[in-house]
C-alpha cells in the first residue's frame, strides 16, 4: 500500500449522525484528507449508501463495521463491502472472522484486523474475562492476523511498533494532540509519535469531526504526520 503524502495517511472518522452532517464534513476536508472512514452510528443512519457515493466520487472508503460472528456471515459481509467499493473493511481479530474474511475477499478490498479496542485497558480485559494484559493480547491478535493473510493491523500507537514488524500495514486510532480531550479512549498518542513508532496511518475522529474548523484540524494533524514521518528511520 502507498502512502505518498501526509494527507493520504490521515483517515478521518465520519462518526456522525447524518448524511447532512456527514456532507458538511466531507465538503470541509476535502483534499487534506486520504480516506473516509465510516462507522457505526453513521452506517445505521444510512452511512453505507453515503459510502457508496464516496466511492463513485473519487474517495477511498474505510468501512468500520468490526465484523465478528460466524464465518458464513462476515464472508457475506465482506462479499457486499467489496459490492460497495470500499478500499478497507475491519474484522475483530479472532482467527475464525479473519480467516472467513481473508477467504471472502475481493480484489481491491483490505481486510483489516481490529486487535484491541483502544478504549480498553487491562481492567476492562479482566471485566470481560480475558486472563491476559491488553499488550499480551495485542501481540497475540498481531501474530494471528499476520499469519492468517490479513493486510492491515489496527491497533493503539503504543503497539504499532510490535505491529510493524509482521509487515503489514499499521493504522492506529486513539490519536490525540496534546491539547485535545481524550474521550473514552484510554491508550492514546500523538500523530507524530504513533508515525513515529510505525503507524502507517491514523485514524482520527472528535478533534476533527467535532471541531468548530474541521480542514483547520485536519490541517493541523497532516503537518503533525509530516513532524512524525520527518523523525523516523528506516519505517
Ligand atoms: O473520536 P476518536 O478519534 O476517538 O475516534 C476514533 C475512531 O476510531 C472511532 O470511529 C472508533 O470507532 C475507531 N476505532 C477505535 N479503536 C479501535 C478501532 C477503531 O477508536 N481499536
Given at each position: 500500500?502507498?502512502?505518498?503524502?501526509?494527507?493520504?495517511?490521515?483517515?478521518?472518522?465520519?462518526?456522525?449522525?447524518?448524511?447532512?452532517?456527514?456532507?458538511?464534513?466531507?465538503?470541509?476536508?476535502?483534499?487534506?484528507?486520504?480516506?473516509?472512514?465510516?462507522?457505526?452510528?453513521?452506517?445505521?443512519?444510512?452511512?453505507?449508501?453515503?459510502?457508496?457515493?464516496?466511492?463513485?466520487?473519487?474517495?477511498?472508503?474505510?468501512?468500520?463495521?468490526?465484523?465478528?460472528?460466524?464465518?458464513?456471515?462476515?464472508?457475506?459481509?465482506?462479499?457486499?463491502?467489496?459490492?460497495?467499493?470500499?478500499?478497507?473493511?475491519?474484522?475483530?481479530?479472532?482467527?475464525?472472522?479473519?480467516?472467513?474474511?481473508?477467504?471472502?475477499?475481493?480484489?481491491?478490498?483490505?481486510?483489516?484486523?481490529?486487535?484491541?479496542?483502544?478504549?480498553?485497558?487491562?481492567?476492562?480485559?479482566?471485566?470481560?474475562?480475558?486472563?491476559?494484559?491488553?499488550?499480551?493480547?495485542?501481540?497475540?491478535?498481531?501474530?494471528q492476523a499476520a499469519?492468517?493473510?490479513?493486510?492491515?493491523?489496527?491497533?493503539?500507537?503504543?503497539?504499532a511498533t510490535v505491529?510493524?514488524?509482521?509487515?503489514?500495514?499499521?493504522?492506529?486510532?486513539?490519536?490525540?494532540?496534546?491539547?485535545?480531550?481524550?474521550?473514552?479512549?484510554?491508550?492514546v498518542a500523538t500523530?507524530?509519535?504513533?508515525?513515529?513508532?510505525?503507524?502507517?496511518?491514523?485514524?482520527?475522529?472528535?478533534?476533527?469531526?467535532?471541531?468548530?474548523?474541521?480542514?483547520?484540524?485536519?490541517?493541523?494533524?497532516?503537518?503533525?504526520?509530516?513532524?512524525?514521518?520527518?523523525?523516523?528511520?528506516?519505517?
Open positions: 500500500m502507498t502512502f505518498s503524502t501526509p494527507e493520504s495517511r490521515l483517515i478521518v472518522a465520519l462518526d456522525v449522525a447524518d448524511r447532512a452532517a456527514a456532507e458538511r464534513l466531507v465538503r470541509a476536508t476535502e483534499g487534506v484528507v486520504g480516506v473516509y472512514k465510516v462507522g457505526l452510528e453513521f452506517a445505521i443512519a444510512g452511512g453505507l449508501s453515503f459510502a457508496k457515493e464516496l466511492v463513485d466520487a473519487g474517495h477511498d472508503v474505510f468501512l468500520d463495521m468490526k465484523l465478528l460472528d460466524i464465518a458464513n456471515t462476515v464472508a457475506g459481509g465482506v462479499r457486499s463491502a467489496g459490492l460497495i467499493g470500499a478500499k478497507f473493511l475491519t474484522v475483530h481479530a479472532y482467527p475464525q472472522a479473519i480467516r472467513a474474511a481473508v477467504s471472502a475477499r475481493p480484489a481491491g478490498l483490505n481486510i483489516v484486523a481490529v486487535t484491541v479496542l483502544t478504549s480498553l485497558d487491562d481492567a476492562d480485559l479482566v471485566e470481560t474475562g480475558y486472563a491476559m494484559t491488553a499488550a499480551a493480547l495485542v501481540e497475540k491478535r498481531i501474530g499469519a492468517l493473510g490479513a493486510d492491515c493491523i489496527v491497533c493503539a500507537p503504543t503497539e505491529a510493524k514488524r509482521t509487515g503489514l500495514t499499521v493504522i492506529t486510532p486513539g490519536i490525540r494532540m496534546p491539547d485535545d480531550a481524550a474521550g473514552d479512549q484510554k491508550r500523530p507524530q509519535d504513533a508515525i513515529r513508532a510505525g503507524a502507517d496511518a491514523i485514524v482520527v475522529g472528535r478533534p476533527i469531526n467535532a471541531a468548530s474548523d474541521p480542514r483547520a484540524a485536519a490541517e493541523r494533524y497532516c503537518a503533525a504526520i509530516a513532524e512524525g514521518l520527518a523523525g523516523r528511520d528506516g519505517l
